[in-house]
Every structure is written in structure tokens, then in C-alpha cells.
């Protein structure tokens, strides 16, 4: 049985390593192509947007060769998938305007991805054995959720810096307020929504000591990057 486990296991990390490396290669050719294009036609913002796919895309060279960290393939393909919608869908391909529900989609999959990460990163400086540090489900779920409102929060600073200075039209008309209030308000709520989804069931899992997606997320970081949890 350990031994059929063992290669049932291989075989799907095997299987993830080969989705993984289509993917991000493929995107890769098409941004690079669209990268040039853009260029050409001195388009600059999204010039700006499709650089930071290209540089999500190589995230994981840039953590293996600076920091010494292995991201896992889940979390790079979140990232990916994410930024893809985001900046090149949503801002570049109009979709924000094309489809109303964009925005808020992308929104709330922001909230949740930042609480995600945020659960990560305090349950995993939690379960690090150079960290004397102890802390409650309550906390853990609070820390998530304050993580991912914060990030929300920063971006939404960010677009209105945007449009302030460069004179971009990242905070969207939205319900008959053109002044894009509206739309930042609704994306900070859902932020907040998605977020809380997260932190709520990881703390109900946790509470009731029960394996949940994010637990396994957090075992593959760590067995991904043994040297962090050196006694």
C-alpha cells in the first residue's frame, strides 16, 4: 500500500510539474509577443500592466535564485491566473467594461487568494520551530483577514494614484457615479467578503483540528523549503 501510495502521489506531482510548465510557457510566448506590440504602438500602461505578468510569470526563478525559496505550483498558478484576468483581460482587453461583473469577480478572488496567502504565511511562522511563538485559530483567522484587507486597500491606493497622476481610468464608472467612488467602495467590500470566507473556514477547520485545502498548501510549502523549519 505505501508503495502504490508513493507512486500515485509521483504520478500527480509529475502530472502538476507538466501543467504547470505549459502553461506558464505558453503565457510567457503570448506576453512577450504582446509586450513587443505594445511597445511598438507606445501603448505605456499596459506596456507597464503585461511587464508585471511577465515578471509574476518568472516568480518562482526569482525566489529559487534570491531567496532560496520553492514556490509551489499551486501558488504560482493562482498568482498567474490572477494577474492574467486582472491586468491583461480586465485593463488591456477592456473586460472591466466589457462585463459588469468583472471587476467584482476579480475582487472577490483577490480577497480570497490575500487570505489564502495571509493564513500561510502566519500559520507557517506559527509551525516554525525557530519561532517561539503559539497562537490560537482566532488569531490566525483574524491575522488572514486583516492581511487581505490591507492588500485590498493598497491596490485601491494604487489605481487612484494612477489615475491621479498618469491620468489612467483604473477606478471605474460604476451604478451612475462616474467618479469611480462607487467602484472602489464595492471592490473593497467584496475584498472584504472573499476574505472573510477564507479566514471563517480556516478557522472552523482549525478549531475542529480537521485537514483542509489551505493545511495542504501549507505542508507542501514546507516540504518544499525544509531548511525555513530547522529546529
Known sequence: MRIRNSTFFKKISTDENWFHKVVTRTLLFLMVIEWALLLYNRSWLALFLITLIILTLFAPVIFRKQMEIEIPAEFHLMAVFFAFASFYLGEVHDFYQRLWWWDIALHTTAGLLMGILGFLLVYILNENKRVELQMNPGFIALFAFLFAITIGTLWEIFEFTMDQVFGTA??????????????????????????????????????????????????????????????
Open 170 to 231: 483604473m477606478q471605474k464608472p460604476m451604478l451612475g457615479d462616474p467618479s469611480g467612488l462607487t467602484d472602489t467602495m464595492w471592490d473593497m467590500i467584496v475584498n472584504a467578503l472573499g476574505a472573510a470566507v477564507v479566514s471563517l473556514t480556516g478557522w472552523w477547520y482549525l478549531k475542529r483540528k480537521e485537514r483542509f485545502y489551505i493545511k495542504y498548501l501549507i505542508n507542501k510549502f514546507i516540504k518544499n523549503n525544509p531548511r525555513l523549519f530547522k529546529n
